[in-house]
Structure formats: C-alpha cells, structure tokens
C-alpha cells in the first residue's frame, strides 16, 4: 500500500468491526487491519461482540461497543438499520458475516485458517469479499470446502504493519538491538472455545508449572505471562523470578516480544506469524485445540521439531486429531480439551508435567545455541495492507465526491 491517506470525503469509512470469541487471534487479525486502515483513511468503528478480545483492541478508537444474537435476524437487521455501515469487518465467525450480509451490510470476512474446514464446517460463502491468509497447504476437505466461497481472494500472513516498521528501524542502525536474555514471554493465548466453556482450567494447570520451571533453569529473571489468564490467577513458581500476569493491548504484545530474549507460546498461529515477521524464534507449546495442531506444522517442518512440545502420547495423539477432524472443528475440539481435561488427574498429572518440562528444556537449549528463525514459515507479511487495499479499492470515496 502506498503512504498517502485515501481522502475520506464527507464523513469517515464506517465499519462494523467483529472478531470471535475463540482464541486472541481474530483480535489480533482485526488490530492489525485496522491499523493498515486508519493509516490510509478516517474510520469510525462500531465493535460488534469480541468479548475476549476487547482488551486487545485497547487504543484503536473503537468509539462503541455492541452486543448482537446473530442467529436473531431482527437484532441484527436493526443495528445494521441503526449504524447504517459501509461494511463489516469480520474475523472467523461465519454467523455473524452471513446475517450481516442478509442484513444489508456487505462484509469482508477474513479467514486465518483456511486449511481447517471441512464439509461439516459452517462458511460464509456469500459474503461481499472472503479474504483467506495463505500459509498452510489446502488439505483436499478443506479444497472442497472452500470451492463453494463465491468472491475467494488469498492474502499473506497478516501481521501489524507496526512489525514491519519496527524491523526496518533496527536494520538502519549500526548495531542491532539486542533482546533482553534475562526477560521472557510465556503467551498461552486464549484459554477456552466456544464449544467447551471457560471453566476448565486444565490446559495452564498441566502447562504453567513446566514452562515456568525450564525458564528458571535458563537464568531468565522476569516473565510476563500473557493470554487471557486472570491477573489474580495463581502461579505455580516459587522462587527467585519474578513471574507478572499481564493482558496486552496488541501493540504492547507485539513490544514484548520485539524485547523478551525468551519466547514460549501455545501455537496460535497469528502469534506465531508476528514471531516469525520479527525475524525470532519460539518454543511452542503443547496445543490447546485443532488449529493449533495443525499449526505447530509449520514450525516442526519450516524450522525445527525440537521447538514443537507434543503432548504424552498417552494424552493426545496426532492420529487421534486427524481423525477426529474429519468430522469437523467443533468435534474435534471438544474431544482434544476432554483428553487435555482427563490428563490433569491426580494420577497422570504429574508424569506428565516431567515430559513436558523435559522437552520445554530441550526446546529451550536450542533457543539458546542459535535456533532457525520462524521467518522460513512464510515468504510475505503484507496481508494486512492487503485486505486494508480491497477494503478501499471498493469503499473509499473519490477525491471529488
């Protein structure tokens, strides 16, 4: 995209701007476009939803915030009636783009994981544009399952035009700016889905305590945990590092890790593209769901295998998940989190945190001797501009209007 603002005409582009509540990923995808946005033209955002992500939204200048049944045709017809947007701005929830597309209100959805449907997976596949991040190969459901997307355009990793702009700073100094090698980030991203509730606590209960554990055997002196863990949550360490629970606005995310000289993350894949368009590296951790198995793909085969934690096999298999995706994500997911659930029990706990912290270490020592950059997983990172030029190149209006 060029550096010039797009005249804004009259009143500034209005977007209906909407992320699901899986995960932090979709917030990050919509932080990232809307900042490519609000750099070309003036915006005025109504957030739709987005309930876990809101915090990572922080200081992009969405004005308001709704709340919206999208199964509720009414609802949905008298807020699109109401705000009366140029478009919506969707990320990975195919409800909510298909009623606001009923509704009126032409959307632009963006989908992070294409590779990942199958038949049994609802799609919008009538929106205005369906904007899909090429990264992984089309498996043949996920070909057949994207072959009924009527208006289909492939963009590149989507990251915050703000990595690039911070990578191209340092390269114009004489001497690179060094991560603090006594700081680390332990992002476990978003701890529940929509299909298995928020109670469960078993994923960081099985992950926390082993990650914390390699990190203080490698001399790091301070982590910041991120993700959507409770500030007040308890942290199983005890000892001389100093461990913060913290929830990041994106561009702070994006900071730490810019800073920290230690990153282990659950294997979202849009945190692991921002690893990778910063030029670093990462130890991945045991996945939470579907996609992030599929994820920790491109890391095992693009960089390393010793930076993908696997789970006990007596806990989750690769066999298991690729079975039970055939019968699609919601499927698989609830069957990844019960055997996550069922592996926090009294009797497997423990001998599976001793795997877990085995291979944290293994993946750590390789962070530490010089591991590959995740920058192989991908070739271009300008997804972002991408779908912000298709979004203008239909909507913006003419110099002259």
């Not at 271009?380 to 209006?397: C, K, M, Q, T």
């Amino acid at each position: 995209m060029s550096d010039e603002r797009v005249p804004a005409g009259s009143r500034p582009l209005r977007i209906l701007a909407s992320g699901v509540n899986f995960g932090w990923g979709s917030a990050g995808k919509l932080s990232s476009v809307l900042q490519a946005l609000g750099a070309r033209t003036d915006l005025e955002v109504t957030g739709v939803g987005t309930e876990l992500g809101r915090p990572v939204l922080a200081g992009l200048g969405i004005t308001r915030w709704r709340t919206v049944d999208a199964a509720d045709a009414a609802q949905v017809d008298a807020l699109v009636a109401e705000l009366a947007p140029d478009l919506g701005l969707v990320i990975l929830d195919p409800e909510l783009a298909t009623a606001l597309q009923n509704a009126g209100c032409p959307v632009i959805y963006v989908d992070s994981l294409p590779f990942l449907w199958t038949e049994h997976d609802p799609l919008p596949v009538d929106v205005a544009l369906y904007c899909a991040q090429r990264t992984l190969p089309l498996p043949p459901a996920a070909e057949s399952a994207l072959g009924r997307v009527e208006n289909l355009t492939w963009v590149p990793p989507i990251v915050p035009d703000s990595v690039g702009l911070s990578r191209a700073a340092q390269r114009t100094r004489s001497v690179e700016i060094s991560p603090d090698a006594g700081l680390a980030v332990l992002n476990l991203g978003g701890l529940h889905s929509p299909f298995t509730g928020s109670a469960d606590d078993s994923y960081q209960r099985l992950v926390l305590e082993p990650a914390l554990r390699a990190l203080s055997r490698m001399a790091v002196e301070r982590v910041v945990i991120t993700g959507n863990l409770a500030p007040n949550a308890v942290v199983p360490y005890r000892g001389p590092m100093t461990v913060e629970v913290r929830s990041c606005a994106h561009g702070e995310f994006v900071d730490l890790l810019l800073g920290a000289g230690w990153i282990l993350t659950s294997p979202g894949l849009t945190t692991m593209l921002e690893i990778a368009a910063i030029g670093r590296s990462a130890v991945l951790l045991p996945p939470q769901n579907l996609s992030q198995v599929l994820n920790g793909d491109l890391v095992e085969y693009g960089c390393s295998p010793q930076l993908r934690t696997f789970w006990p096999a007596h806990v989750l298999t690769r066999s298991s998940t690729d079975t039970w995706h055939r019968e699609g994500e919601e499927y698989a997911v609830e069957r990844i989190r019960a055997s996550i659930s069922a592996a926090c029990s009294k009797y497997l706990r423990d001998g599976v945190v001793h795997e877990l912290t085995t291979d944290i270490e293994k993946g750590l020592a390789l962070l530490a001797s010089g591991a590959p950059s995740f920058a192989r997983i991908a070739q271009d990172f300008s997804g972002a501009e991408r779908v912000a030029a298709e979004i203008l190149s239909r909507w913006a209006e003419p110099a002259d209007a």
